[in-house]
């Protein structure tokens, strides 16, 4: 049996291959991501995106924590999609638009992350029954009526007057998700989770409020695994 060696950062295709020899099923970039691997890309400076560098930092790993960007990989996207990370400064930070789109060339994990993920796989809780988790790709999206209800008095912001202009939440489409199969006025759907990230780092809504929405408002119940994984991925 050949025995498949680690690096210190391994690319997708390593970590993979190293992770087939450990328990001897398949792996693909799709399922590590699922079950919780943490991606980095190499991202080199640039003036555009400078905020992301600390004083003399050229060069660094920004791990790939949003849900999204996790999900654009794991379906097999050309790129890395960088929309929530965390910067040079290990600060959490969400880029503006569409985000940060960079070469998958740069992609890799390390590798105290694939120890500590293999060590949960090999020794699973005891009598503990995982509960099936709802991604936000099988949620559409909440429609406007519901939004105003699930964040109703979360904070001073005219959330209804920014979603009747479509933009106004990041400043640009950033929380709208698609046209409702209805259509008509104010018919878009809007993802509650991008949503909330948008009321806090623009409009200043306190965190404290939103988290007190996701925990008790019914319409956020299918979102709330999305909510507490970007939360506990950006240290918050």
Known sequence: MTT?????RATADEACAWLT?????PWTLARL??????AYVWLDYSQEWAQLFTDGVTRYAAPVV????????AGGGADVRLRLTRDAGNLPIQLPGEGLRVSKEGLHFQERDLLRLLKELQQPPAETVPAPVVLPSALKGLSREQILTAFAGVGKVDLAQGMTNGVGIFGDDGA???KNSRGGKN???WHPVTLAFGLHDVHRVP???LKKAFATQP??????ADWLESLALLGE
């Open 176 to 178: 709208r998700v698609r």
């Open 187 to 189: 018919s878009h759907l």
């Open 33 to 38: 991501l699922e079950q919780g691997g943490l």
């Open 21 to 25: 020899a450990q328990t001897g099923t």
């Open 207 to 209: 965190m404290a409020h």
């Open 219 to 224: 319409l956020l119940r299918d979102w709330k």
């Open 66 to 73: 949003f849900i999204e960007d996790k999900q654009h990989l």
């Open 4 to 8: 498949i060696s680690l690096p210190y």
